[in-house]
């Protein structure tokens, strides 16, 4: 394996876009990705999986835009299925949030991404379940969608194979940096791999990498989490994505039931010092380890928005860590003072929807050519020297999932 010398540490989503961006550009030979478990096993596979371009931050947009040219890239020119369901967003808030959907639709319509007002019979045409009297005013995007997070990953790196990197099963325990430059690193059984280049994109464990390099990332693993109902006639399979900005809710078909999260007031959030490699079986808050507690806190909320909750069953729930960034940034691009080594990770929640624009941006970056948005915002060393332990940062990373209230 010492003839790569582009090693890819993690095989979630953001680690398999940067070694298809690398890939597609003629490095395949020299990528090698290591993952402990299996490819997309943390995660990524417990992701909702939307896929939107609607932000309030161009540089998010332009990534998200990119992630969509990366699907089309996949499904055209290697034929893979990675569950794509194109039904549009729906964004529906009460007249006291009607300058929020006009800002989101201004937003989107600047950078060219399509929207349409809807009438209230033409939403709930679109989403049967919500309450009429739940809303006042409605903007769709027909171009959203969603996909299975699982399959996405996974096409990422077969189609990164066929152009030469490889994948192989290794426990990562150390970066090896030396002179102020990457030199390769080390495994779990102590063996080490020399490499002049390698991107951290290890997820909720990335800081347990960087740390001791003297680079803490200014990220931390947040409970995310949403739930699946039961089956029921009221939820098409092709009805739309929908998000309530004013109860910071969202919701998808998933087979014939609704996958639905909501605002947690107070998100539990974890030392990454403490999470296993296998999150089965990993829990947040042993007082609400299946998430009956957040769910029951949030109804108050959601059912109005959605009456069914009060008699429908929960079919299932999943819960994930998630890094959160205080400032609602990502934590993408060139380490600071270490030569050779790039950071893929902080996604907020919307790790699918940005992972094309950061499989690109990296790879740009690693190329050294010019990067298609500014790598400034989302600098790994931002914030400096600090402890990204301390239980008040933690406390900032939880409230930055607290406020979100985009897709």
């Known amino acids: 394996m010492n003839e790569r010398d582009i090693l890819i540490i993690g095989g979630g989503i953001f680690g398999a876009a940067v070694a298809y961006e690398l890939a597609r550009h003629g490095l395949g030979n020299r990528v090698l990705v290591l993952e402990r478990l299996q490819p997309a096993a943390g995660a990524t596979s417990r992701a909702a999986a939307l896929v939107t371009m609607v932000r309030d931050d161009p540089g998010q947009i332009a990534l998200a835009r990119q992630t969509f040219r990366t699907m089309a890239e996949l499904e055209q020119e290697f034929g893979e299925d990675i569950g794509r369901r194109t039904v549009g967003a729906l964004h529906a808030a009460p007249a006291s949030h009607l300058a929020v959907l006009q800002a989101r639709a201004a937003g989107a319509a600047a950078h060219g991404i399509a929207s349409t007002w809807l009438d209230k019979a033409e939403a709930l045409a679109r989403a049967p379940w919500l309450a009429p009297e739940s809303f006042d005013h409605a903007v769709f995007f027909p171009d959203e969608c969603y996909v299975e997070p699982y399959l996405f990953a996974t096409a990422l790196l077969r189609a990164a194979v066929a152009r030469g990197a490889r994948c192989t099963s290794a426990e990562v325990t150390r970066i090896v940096v030396d002179a102020g430059a990457v ?199 931002r914030r400096g020297d600090f402890d990204p332990y301390a239980p008040d940062f933690l406390a900032a990373c939880a409230a930055a999932r607290a406020g979100k209230t985009s897709g």
């Open 183 to 381: 030199r390769g690193i080390e495994l779990a059984d102590r063996s080490t791999l020399a490499a002049g280049l390698v991107v951290n994109a290890a997820g909720a464990w990335a800081n347990r990498l960087s740390v001791d390099l003297g680079l803490p990332l200014p990220m931390a693993p947040v409970r995310s989490q949403y739930w699946i109902s039961e089956p029921a006639p009221i939820f098409p399979r092709d009805g739309a994505i929908v998000l309530l900005p004013a109860i910071r809710a969202y919701a998808r078909p998933e087979v014939g039931a609704l996958l639905f999260g909501i605002r947690e007031r107070q998100p539990a959030v974890a030392d990454a010092r403490r999470l296993p490699a296998d999150l089965a079986g990993f829990v947040f808050d042993p007082d609400d380890a299946d998430g009956w507690a957040n769910l029951a806190e949030g109804a108050d909320e959601l059912a109005p928005c959605f009456p069914a909750l009060n008699t429908l069953g929960i079919a299932h729930y999943l819960t994930g860590p998630s890094n959160y960034t205080p400032d609602r940034q990502l934590v993408v691009g060139a380490a600071p003072k270490i030569a050779g080594l790039f950071v893929a990770s902080g996604c907020n929640g919307s790790g699918i929807s940005f992972a094309g624009g950061v499989g690109r941006l990296i790879g740009e970056l690693i190329r050294g050519a010019a990067p298609f948005v500014d790598p400034q915002p989302s600098a790994p060393g």
